[in-house]
């Protein structure tokens, strides 16, 4: 006899946590903005104890804060959060791709070529630019999974939100998609003719100049 498969319905914390990430990536809800259980709750018809549920998520995320007095607040980053982020990951992401080089499979390589040839199908199609940055986020994800170090892998996982942030404010100005994919053209071809030393060379200047370029986001 086999057994009946029950699928459960996806609990309304989770909705909420992603709906307000979503928010708080496309702007809607800005750096410093309070999070107001009570009109989440009446716009979405739920109680408040979802809510509250989510927001501890995206604490623990790091794209909110608790504010004594305003309750959650979305987390404003700073020039030494960026600074503190892109130091983890140069050295984690530099070491990825030089583990790549010796570990990654024919098929690996073959799934990282896919992610690059659908950025350059979205940037050809002039897609939103959320979309270009949940496959550029992709790449670096499939080069750390090919490092075969799985350590290494859920370290960065553990400040993905953060990292998904700086992705969203590194995309202001113009022709910031063609210019990222450029360099991850350069990363990728390094990787695929096994060349550890030009592939994490690459890997420490493309993520410096986003470094860069966020300083000026940041700053200006």
């Keep these: 006899m086999c057994a009946a498969k029950i699928d459960k319905p996806i609990p309304y914390y989770l909705q909420l946590y992603r709906e307000i990430k979503q928010r708080i990536y ?3 809800y800005r750096a410093g903005d309070r999070i107001n259980e009570s009109q989440l709750s009446k716009e979405m018809g739920i109680s408040r104890s979802p809510i509250r549920e989510a927001m501890r998520l995206l604490e623990k995320d790091g794209l909110l804060v608790a504010d004594e007095k305003l ?3 979305v987390y404003s980053l700073t020039v ?7 130091e983890l990951r140069i050295a984690l992401e530099v070491l990825a791709v030089e583990l790549a080089v010796q570990h990654a499979s024919e098929q690996e ?3 990282v070529s896919d992610i690059l040839d659908e950025v350059d199908r979205l940037i050809r199609d002039k ?10 986020q ?8 090919c490092s075969h170090n799985p350590y290494l892998a859920r370290q960065l996982s553990t400040i993905e939100a953060l990292i998904f942030y700086c992705r969203v404010m590194n995309f202001e100005g113009s022709g910031r998609a063609t210019h990222i994919q450029d360099e991850h053209r350069q990363i990728f071809k390094a990787l695929k ?3 550890a030393q030009t592939a994490s060379a690459m890997m420490e200047k493309h993520l410096k100049h986003d470094l860069e370029h966020l300083y000026e986001v940041l700053t200006s």
């Excluded at 030494?80 to 892109?86: A, L």
Aim: charge should be negative.
């Design 80 to 86: 030494n959060d960026v600074e503190h982020i892109y």
């Design 26 to 28: 496309d702007r809607t």
């Design 127 to 136: 897609a939103d630019d959320e979309r270009i940055i949940d496959w550029n």
């Design 109 to 111: 390589l073959v799934v």
């Design 138 to 145: 992709k790449f670096h994800q499939e080069i750390a999974q």
């Design 71 to 73: 309750g959650f607040v």
């Design 193 to 195: 003719e096994r060349d």
